[in-house]
């Protein structure tokens, strides 16, 4: 079956923290991935996503991610967080016409 | 150009009774999607439509839940009766023909009490 792991729920940093969250999946075709992220009080919007090419992604904001076949994962990095980062955020996989398979989600919390 | 909108932002509703909500999509999309998170968990797929039909219905929980797009524009999700398990976040998203990223709605979050 089709799914999403993300490994951290809560994350808590500091500002200038690297930030790394985890993402692996399980899908048997060609695999599009994203990362979406919810600011608080506002609607999910799309940071990056890969569909082929260059495995490292970068996004808005200072956002990256890196697709690791052999792993299955699709990372997402920052190198210095700030306050202005603290969301939620998600990481699917298109399961087909373009039905997105989110993973359970990861709480940013970065302190100024 | 507006975004995806969702009616109602938030509804609280006693168990046994209906709701209705709503998505207007961005115009000139024509892959609407709805999808629940319940509790924190995951958010879960519930359906697509294509303009006015659907796509792919595979992610609906039960028969409770009817989903309806007339005329391939806004949407409506009735719950019907609502049970405790239903209460969530209810998202709406869209997508042009042809595209991958799709356009979420703020959510509409369902309280069944």
């Known amino acids: 079956a089709q799914s999403v792991s993300q490994h951290n729920h809560h994350v808590i940093l500091s500002e200038a923290a690297s930030l790394e969250l985890g993402c692996n999946y399980s899908?048997?075709?060609?695999?599009?991935l994203f990362w979406y992220v919810q600011y608080p009080g506002q609607h999910l919007q799309l940071l990056l996503k890969?569909?082929?090419?260059?495995?490292l992604v970068k996004g808005i904001k200072g956002f990256e991610a890196e697709f690791i076949k052999s792993k299955f994962s699709f990372n997402l990095r920052k190198p210095s967080v700030q306050w202005s980062d603290t969301a939620e955020y998600f990481c699917?996989?298109?399961?087909?016409?373009?039905?997105?398979?989110f993973g359970a989600g990861t709480r940013l919390a970065v302190h100024p | 150009e507006a975004g995806v909108t969702q009616f109602p932002s938030h509804s609280v509703i006693e168990k046994g009774q209906t709701v209705t909500l709503r998505c207007d999509p961005i115009?000139?999309?024509?892959?609407l999607y709805w999808y629940r998170r319940v509790m924190g968990k995951e958010i879960k797929f519930l359906l697509h439509?294509?303009?006015?039909?659907?796509?792919?219905e595979s992610g609906m929980p039960n028969n409770r839940f009817l989903a309806e797009r007339t005329g391939g524009t806004y949407s409506t999700l009735k719950v019907q009766p609502a049970e405790l398990e239903d209460s969530g976040v209810y998202f709406c998203?869209?997508?042009?023909?042809?595209?991958?990223?799709?356009?979420f709605g703020q959510g509409t979050r369902l309280t069944v009490v």
């Open positions: 998203a869209s997508s042009r023909s042809g595209s991958t990223e799709a356009f």
């Open positions: 899908y048997g075709g060609t695999v599009n």
């Open positions: 890969y569909f082929s090419g260059d495995p």
């Open positions: 699917a996989v298109n399961g087909g016409y373009n039905k997105l398979i």
């Open positions: 115009s000139g999309h024509d892959n």
């Open positions: 439509f294509v303009k006015e039909s659907k796509q792919d």
